[in-house]
């Protein structure tokens, strides 16, 4: 049975590739993510988001480089909030996960 992730509103990953079971992008989506800073803001609770997201991915895809499950759950969902946000991301957490 697949795993529900509420927080990501109806943007669910399929799998075994992991694209959105919705719009047939890669997931996390960008409507993904934005249903994930809806529910969780921008600050600590969306780094564990998404740390549950990459932990996820890795499992499922097994076969992906790091680099490319980094930029997929974090470097591409932090853009997409980059791009929501008024202000640059500052909190220090965020350049640990990313850099
Ligand atoms: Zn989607």
Not at 4 to 10: F, M
Not at 35 to 64: C, I, K, N, Q
Request: with cysteine; proline share 8%; glycine share 8%.
């Amino acid at each position: 049975m697949e795993k529900q992730h509420p927080a990501y509103g109806v943007h669910q990953p399929t799998w075994p590739d992991a694209t959105c079971g919705t719009c047939g992008e890669e997931w996390p989506c960008e409507p993904a993510v934005g249903a994930l800073v809806a529910e969780h803001g921008t600050g600590l609770l969306l780094s564990a988001a998404l740390w549950r997201t990459f932990d996820e991915l890795a499992r499922m895809l097994p076969g992906r480089s790091f680099s490319e499950l980094r930029w997929r759950c974090f470097g591409q969902p932090l853009a997409h909030v980059a791009d929501r946000l008024e202000e640059p991301l500052s909190c220090n957490h965020w350049s640990e996960v990313t850099a």
